[in-house]
């Protein structure tokens, strides 16, 4: 896939911020060439009712004269006071100021303005008072006058601004704007490269890296990049990439180890074989000798295929648990006698602490499995002499608790963490037996993690280990259901023998 210049995320990060500014300053420009009227006209009327406010308070005080003058001088604003005749008590035009004040603070605009009738209209308004809009068409403006009676007085107050804002303010704010405009892209389009350049640099570096580990070299680090979110994905890409190590390293071991342990049997059937075509064949006892070693062997290929596609089946999901309550004490009493041959000749002496009648809620057949695999590891790795393997079965409320102890040499502390990998080579002291197919701690695993049980191991070197799991208990109202089931089926089972009886 070509790498298109306008696809890279520093030209899409600098293409985003450039449009982020560009907006800001289009609606900055609408807002002032559209709405500045309207806004600037909003403004200035609501000024000018605050100065009819302060225009009453300052008539009502007696001495109003000066106070008017200067709130018209201020405001820009043409100020009148009329009496209820419609005669002028007042005008802020006829300030005694000087002709060059007057001329720039008050339009003459406002002094031809035609207020007879303003204050008959004033009385006869519903709330006494009026406000409007003025167009001067020889000016080219618009007013607005404002009027009301004081209250508690025979004098009602006008007042007259223009709404429409300085020509010249205008350009000046326009001209500003286009500067600040080009100045301010230009700022903002030097900034979004810095900082595209910034946050895309360390994702090409780990796109590049990533590409690395895609064939195989498992020796790259993701360096981080001072950010958050970058420095939480190299972390996880760094661990992935330990992960991916080790599994590589143990998906190698593990077609060494099949293929040693196929290879060995294979060779010893193939061996004995050729052996009884051409030595034994007619000596009954070698013949017998030979037959054995090819059936065990044989015997340990089985193991080991069935072992994998177990395991198979269980880590693809093929394989489900079905739960039911059992008798656990029994299924624990009857998995040691099954090993009484193997660990009579093994010099092993098994210890069994477990109640009777402990009933359990999983897999039984999963669960014999993992006894199976757990107390033949025991044996294995029970030590030279003394050997000694301890099944302690202990209870609580909901959980049923096993451990199988034995006195071998013990787990290194980082072998621990691995041993439940498929093939894992563990130290000296923990390698796997000539018996076993390699597989079983791994399949002791997954069918534990099925039932959502705890398990795990503890060892000291040199004095041995325990292997442990948990699993449900079943309450009593499930072990009357069982029995009902039981009944039933036992009841179904004499009704059929008796009708073959009959038959």
Known sequence: MKNNGTNTLAFKLWTYFVAFAISLFVILWFMQVIFLQSYYSSMKKGEVIKLATDVEIAYKTGNFTDLIDSIAYRNSSSIFIFDTNGDVIYTSNQANISDTEKISTIPERHIAIDTSGIVDRIISSPNQKISYNLKVEKLKTELFVYGKKIPDSDACLVIIASIDPIDATITVVQSQLVYITIIALAVASIISVFLSRRLSRPISKMNATAKMLAVGNYDVTFDKAGYQEMDDLADTLNYTTSELARTDKVKRELIANVSHDLRTPLTMIKAYSEMIRDLSGDNKEKREEHLKVIIDETDRLTRLVND????????????????????????????????????????????LECADEIYANADRTKIEQVLYNLIGNAINHSGNTNKEIKIKVTTTLKRIKVQVIDNGEGISKEDLTHIWDRYYKASKSFKRSSSGSGLGLSIVKNILTKHKSDFGVYSTIGKGSTFWFDIEKASKKDIKINDVIDEKEAKNKNKNKQKEQKK
């Open 308 to 351: 994998m596609m177990d395991l198979s089946k269980i880590e693809s999901g093929v394989l489900d648990v079905v739960k039911g309550v059992f008798d656990f004490s029994e299924v624990v009493k009857s998995m040691t006698n099954n090993f009484k041959a193997i660990y009579e000749e093994e010099n092993c002496k098994i210890i």
